[in-house]
């Protein structure tokens, strides 16, 4: 009896011990992230993004995420960058502070979700549970263990507190909620689904669905729901730096087919399912071994028929167990912007979970907090044992995993021995070539180039470690074809007419400047770059 009466107990917490609780679980499954490198977006989001380094605000929040590193993308982020901005201008890029202010922006997005549905459905136990199961479950590695994952912690978190002073119904703070909302679409697109969650943590704090309620909900939301119609105005006008609408710089059969992206989709809800339940296998990278599916499978019918089947359950019950609908509606609306409704650059990534998973644990505390209010006597401690065991497995799975994610050798590595992966092949050769590791970088390349030989940087990659071993005929003909994959690959041809250059070639520096002229005739920029070599 005294686990029940330690249960009791908990159940009388107070916000400021639940808040320790939940700080403590938070640093004991993420400390060993404090030592962690910065590494693969990271390059771009951070160490070379150069409105980053020169704390360029009118660049961050003029262009798009990654234009700071040279390249062009949809996204649109200037908190998130701001944020790194600060701590690169202050601590450089020791990855020390990025991954110690994750890990507390994550902590702060479960305290506040540990508030939220305290206030909705006036469960102390439920509330913790699902917060505590939020804070620790590995899903969430992906996001929070590196730190180019942070927009979803943050976003989460600035929603979070959007929907908690929501909740208030105090004027006085509206403008201040309407701020943070705004802030989370600055952190990440994907908050632009935040009318959707306020609207329903209104709908069942007020414990009621009859038509008045839902009006009064709707009027509460209008606010909300105008400056999320108003961002997505902007990000299909003035902030549309490369197709909001469709994150594929392609178009292929999975972003010409909605059918095909949701019927995708729902094959890959058991899979999300089985990676809550038992995450064992997390790794990136597992769009290299997904199936696009162009027709209906068993997966995708039996996940479509749950989804109806629990929700209809959960609105006959919707009275005396309110937060089964409440559960599966988070879900559907979290779920909106990774479903494939529209084609973002990724099929299947753990991190989509972060806001989903939500729902999943408020389900699995639901049926827990249910079985152990129906037990008596050893039953009630056979829950409690089984609910404290689960929680410490899952939270030796998060450490475990965040030293997967130490430095890039480790992690790459790690990731190839679930999925082979080009990229992944590509950036394990970039890794082992900074550490010095020739032959294994160019063994690493050779993989990368038969997964998928598509990418003239990888030859380009590859000719350079041969350029630096010494093995110039090698480095030449890779050079060449990277050309050959794309004829405007312009670092190529200044590696080449310096290779024949040193080496007295003049037929190949001819050669070169030929090419340079042909194309600058279409693009004077590559006319410029040859006067820059020549001028060498």
Known sequence: MLLERIVTHITRLNVFYIATLLFVAAF????????????????????????????????????????????????????????????????????????LNSILIHFLGGLLLYLIIKKIFKNNLLALLTSMLFTIHPIQTEAVSYASGRGDPLSFALVMLVIFLSLSNHKKYLVISLISMIFAFLSKELAIITPGFIFLAHLFQEQSFSKSTIKKCVILTAPFLIISIFYFLLRISILNFSNTLNFYNGTNIYTDSLFVRINTFFDLIPTYIQLLIFPKDLFMERDSGITIQTFITFQSAASLFLLVGAGTFAYIKRKTSPTLLFSIIWIIVAFIPTSGIIPINGIFYEHFLYYPSVGFFLLGSTGILFFYNKSRGWMREAIIIFVFLFLIMLSFRTISRNSEWHDPITFYNQTLSYVKSARAYNNLAMAYAEKGSQSQSIDAYKKAIYLSDTYPETHFNLANVYLATGATQSAEKEYRKALIIDPGFYLAYGSLFRLYQASGNQTGKDWVATQLKEIGSKNPVFLQYLHQLQAQ
Do not use: M
């Not at 590494?39 to 009118?58: A, C, G, L, R, W």
């Not at 660049?59 to 949809?74: A, D, P, Q, T, Y």
């Open 28 to 99: 004991f499954c993420y400390t060993n992230t404090l030592g962690n490198q910065l590494f693969f977006d990271d390059e771009q989001f951070i160490y070379n993004n150069e409105s980053v380094k020169t704390f360029d605000i009118t660049e961050i929040f003029s262009r798009s995420l990654v234009s700071g590193g040279g390249k062009l993308s949809n996204y649109y982020r200037p908190i998130l960058f701001t944020g790194f901005a600060v701590e690169y201008r202050v601590f450089g890029d020791s990855g020390f502070i990025y991954h």
